[in-house]
């Protein structure tokens, strides 16, 4: 596809269950990030991917989180025994390189709400 | 850590009237400089950046800024607004090591831009 596409737009689901996120990135992106937008946060940085490998898992606010990127393709965000305080809109975005010239292409993101 | 900060959460202006957006980062090394909108129900789109080079850059639909390495400023600029750049406007940074990029970017809280017909 021309762009950055996530599934599902939007999930809802009760307290304690556990829940993924899918991103595919540009076709030929090496770098795929992911970041979340919530109220009062603002944009934060999770996790990011150089190929299949993740050197950079600052992110991640608790063991809860994990991500992982298979074929240096497709990536999942997995988050565990979800609580109401993960509610926000999950971004993936990816990038041709993690090089001096790094430009991210953002998804439309989804909107994950815990009841 | 970087952080990076922008002054006005929330602008209101009519049609025609001019834009600065301010934007300040707390890196002292090299950094790339981004800005991002979000228009109402669409995703994260980039307006235009900054690598090296000329310090004013030009972006999409009329948008510049310009780099001021001296005050870690990235402001944003729009001489005319349109009722049609009613968004929200995000700054962001990557920090730069010897040449490559760490990866993620460090995002400011974003400023809402209204723009009244």
């Known amino acids: 596809g021309a762009g950055v596409s996530q599934s599902p737009s939007n999930k809802v689901t009760e307290k304690g269950k556990d829940v993924e996120l899918r991103c595919d990135p540009i076709?030929?992106?090496?770098?795929l990030y992911w970041y979340r937008q919530s109220l009062g946060q603002g944009l934060e940085f999770l996790i990011y991917?150089?190929?299949?490998?993740?050197?950079?898992k600052s992110g991640l606010p608790s063991d809860r989180f994990s991500a992982e990127r298979t074929g240096g393709s497709v990536s999942t965000l997995t988050i565990q025994r979800t609580q109401q305080e993960d509610s926000a809109v999950y971004l993936c975005?990816?990038?041709?390189?993690?090089?001096?010239?790094?430009?991210?292409?953002f998804g439309p993101g989804t909107r994950l709400t815990v009841l | 850590a970087q952080s990076v900060s922008q002054h006005n959460h929330h602008v209101i202006l009519s049609e025609a009237a001019s834009l600065e957006l301010g934007c300040n980062y707390s890196?002292?090394?090299?950094?790339?400089l981004f800005w991002y909108v979000q228009y109402p129900g669409q995703h994260l789109q980039l307006l235009l950046k900054?690598?090296?080079?000329?310090?004013l850059v030009k972006g999409i639909k009329g948008f510049e800024a310009e780099f001021i390495k001296s005050k870690f400023s990235f402001n944003l600029r729009k001489p005319s607004v349109q009722w049609s750049d009613t968004a929200e406007y995000f700054c962001?940074?990557?920090?730069?090591?010897?040449?490559?990029?760490?990866?993620?970017?460090?995002f400011g809280q974003g400023t809402i831009l209204t723009v009244h017909p």
């Open positions: 890196y002292g090394g090299t950094v790339n």
């Open positions: 900054y690598f090296s080079g000329d310090p």
């Open positions: 076709s030929g992106h090496t770098a």
């Open positions: 962001a940074v990557n920090v730069l090591a010897g040449g490559t990029s760490y990866g993620k970017l460090t």
């Open positions: 975005a990816s990038s041709l390189t993690t090089g001096s010239y790094n430009e991210q292409f």
């Open positions: 991917f150089q190929g299949n490998s993740a050197p950079d």
